[in-house]
C-alpha cells in the first residue's frame, strides 16, 4: 500500500481528546453546536495527521460530516481520530464523535467525519509524506477502500465544479 515508503501503522495516529461540554459549547435549542464540534474534530483530525508525517498539516477539506444525535450540557465528548489513507502530500482522517455516559463509560456515537489534510513544508507548500500506512486489519483494509471510493468520487465532483 505504499511504494519505497517506511510504513507506520493506523494505530501509530490514534489520538483520542475527551471534552465536558460547557454553556459556551451550547446552541439556541440546548444542544452541542455544530460550530464547535466541527473545531474539535479538525483539531483531532490535524494532531492525528501530523503524527503520520511528522510535520505540519492543513485541512483541504470536510469530505463527509455526518451528525447523528445532540449532546447536551456538562455531557462527556470524546473524539477519536486515525489516518485511513495516505496519497502522496495528503491524507484521509476519519474522526468518530460519541458522548459518553458518566456512570457507565457507555459511548454513543453522535458523529461520524472524514478529512483531507495536506503535509506542508515550511513554506506553507505542499510536501511528500515520508511514511505510507501500513493496515494490519481487516476494519483498516476497508477503510484504506473506502478511501480510494471516496477520492475518486472527490476527484469526479471536483471535474462538474464542486
Not at 464547535?36 to 501530523?50: C, S, T, Y
Not at 510536501?127 to 501500513?134: N, R, S, T, V
Not at 471516496?150 to 471535474?159: L, P, T
Request: hydrophobic share 35%.
Amino acid at each position: 500500500m505504499a511504494e519505497n515508503r517506511k510504513l507506520k501503522k493506523c494505530s501509530d495516529s490514534l489520538t483520542e481528546i475527551t471534552k465536558l461540554l460547557h454553556y459556551r459549547d451550547i446552541n439556541g435549542q440546548d444542544r452541542l453546536f455544530g460550530g464547535r464540534l466541527m473545531e474539535w474534530i479538525d483539531e483531532a483530525a490535524g494532531v492525528a495527521a501530523m503524527r503520520h508525517c511528522g510535520g505540519n498539516c492543513v485541512t483541504l477539506m470536510v469530505d463527509s460530516l455526518k451528525f447523528k444525535k445532540g449532546a447536551y450540557i456538562n455531557d462527556i465528548v470524546v473524539l477519536i481520530a486515525k489516518v485511513t489513507y495516505v496519497g502522496n502530500t495528503s491524507m484521509e482522517v476519519r474522526v468518530d464523535t460519541y458522548a459518553e455516559e458518566k456512570s457507565t463509560g457507555t459511548r454513543t456515537a453522535i458523529n461520524h467525519a472524514y478529512l483531507t489534510l495536506v503535509h506542508i513544508d515550511d513554506n506553507g507548500k505542499p510536501a511528500p509524506i515520508q511514511y505510507g500506512l501500513m493496515t494490519e486489519t481487516l476494519n483498516e483494509r476497508a477503510e484504506w477502500e473506502g478511501a480510494k471510493k471516496r477520492i475518486a468520487i472527490r476527484k469526479q465532483r471536483s471535474m462538474e465544479g464542486f
